[in-house]
């Protein structure tokens, strides 16, 4: 198993230099490098006499006629699916190509075309919010208005850095224990719920420190506080 690993990693060496300067050209955190490593720690040990070589041959197959054409991201994912399906000895096993597709170097990428969107569907949901616990504010663009003060939904405050995290522990937990395919795309879809609702709770708590209370100093904990509550 072990030299078939090897060589699908000479076969896909290019999408290793692009994924390494990715994750560290300082466009956005290189989350992707914690899914690697827990695919790694998976794979660790896990070497098995008479599994089959066939995702290994045919990923690299696909790979080298997507190679030429296909954009890098694409190939990269070609390539992390197929060191996950050799590793996992040709068995399907969800969680672990979850971890390929999360090693990624993606997050950037998802910020430039859904960060705006989400930032507005999260701005608007918290005027409802708290239109509902009788605060009168209006959204403009990314931005709460009460009377006149402003809170800025910044960039972290789209939910998307959230919403990997948590897919991420859902899909480690998937591998941990091997689910199977509808338990692991349901567990994955919660957890991508759960990051919503936190994401919306913590910008509601963020008006509450910075306008209300005129602390925004607190903007940091007030993203631990919604990360860990949405971990538990």
């Known amino acids: 198993m072990s030299y078939r690993l090897l060589l699908v990693g000479l076969a896909c060496w290019p999408s290793w230099s692009y994924m390494g300067a990715r994750w560290w050209d300082g466009s956005d955190e290189p989350l992707g490098v914690v899914a ?3 695919l790694v720690w998976l794979a660790w040990g896990q070497a098995r006499a008479g599994a089959s070589p066939r995702p290994a041959w045919l990923g690299v197959g696909l790979y080298a006629g997507l190679r030429p054409w296909a954009p890098d991201l694409v190939c990269a994912a070609v390539a992390m699916l197929t060191l996950a ?3 996992s000895h040709g068995k399907v096993r969800p969680g672990w190509l979850a971890l390929a597709l999360l090693s990624l170097p993606s997050l950037a990428s998802l910020q430039f075309f859904l960060g705006y969107p989400a930032r ?8 409802w919010l708290l ?3 009788g605060y009168e504010l209006e959204r403009r663009g990314v931005e709460l208005v009460w009377g006149h003060r402003h809170l800025l939904v910044d960039t972290p405050c ?4 959230m919403l990997w995290m948590m897919v991420f ?3 480690s937990l998937a591998a941990i224990r091997d689910w199977s395919v509808w338990t692991t795309a349901r567990m994955c879809l919660l957890a991508g719920l759960v990051a919503w609702f936190v994401n919306v709770m913590r910008l509601t708590g963020l008006f509450y420190t910075e306008l209300v209370l005129g602390r925004p100093e607190l903007h940091t ?3 631990v506080l919604a990360f860990v509550v949405g971990i538990a």
Not at 158 to 161: E, K, P, R, T
Request: charged share 0%; proline share 0%; aromatic share 4%.
């Open 36 to 38: 690697a490593l827990m």
């Open 85 to 87: 399906a050799t590793a």
């Open 221 to 223: 904990a007030m993203g």
């Open 120 to 127: 507005v569907a999260a701005a608007q949901c918290a005027v």
């Open 169 to 171: 522990f859902a899909a």
């Open 131 to 133: 239109g509902a616990q």
């Open 158 to 161: 789209s939910g998307l850095a």
